[in-house]
């Protein structure tokens, strides 16, 4: 099965809770929503159901695949954790006390 980590990132990703963005937010995903969508009503009701409709695809192939989706998150873990200080000056070893 290896479109399992695709699928996985895609849902994983899927999983931005638009409503809570800004409603002027230049976001491709959240202005078709809005265009889509006629009350607010009807866009979180859609957007419950997506993210659930998401989450039971993550928890399937947990519970079918349970190691390759191990596979895939201990990967991101590990890609994040190895980006988790970009951009950041490099320690120099000594310790400043902040008052």
């Given at each position: 099965m290896p479109f399992i980590p695709d699928l996985l990132e895609l849902c994983s990703s899927r999983l931005i809770r638009y409503e809570n963005l800004p409603e002027d937010t230049d976001d491709p995903t959240y202005v078709l929503l809005l265009e889509d969508t006629d009350t607010l009503p009807e866009r979180h009701a859609f957007l419950?159901?997506?993210?659930?409709?998401?989450?039971?695809?993550?928890?399937?192939?947990?519970?079918?695949r349970l190691s390759?989706?191990?596979?895939?998150?201990?990967?991101k873990a590990e890609a994040a954790f190895r980006t988790l200080y970009d951009g950041q000056p490099p320690l120099n070893g000594k310790l400043q006390l902040v008052s």
């Open positions: 419950g159901n997506y993210r659930r409709y998401s989450c039971q695809v993550i928890e399937s192939i947990v519970n079918l390759d989706a191990f596979s895939h998150i201990l990967g």
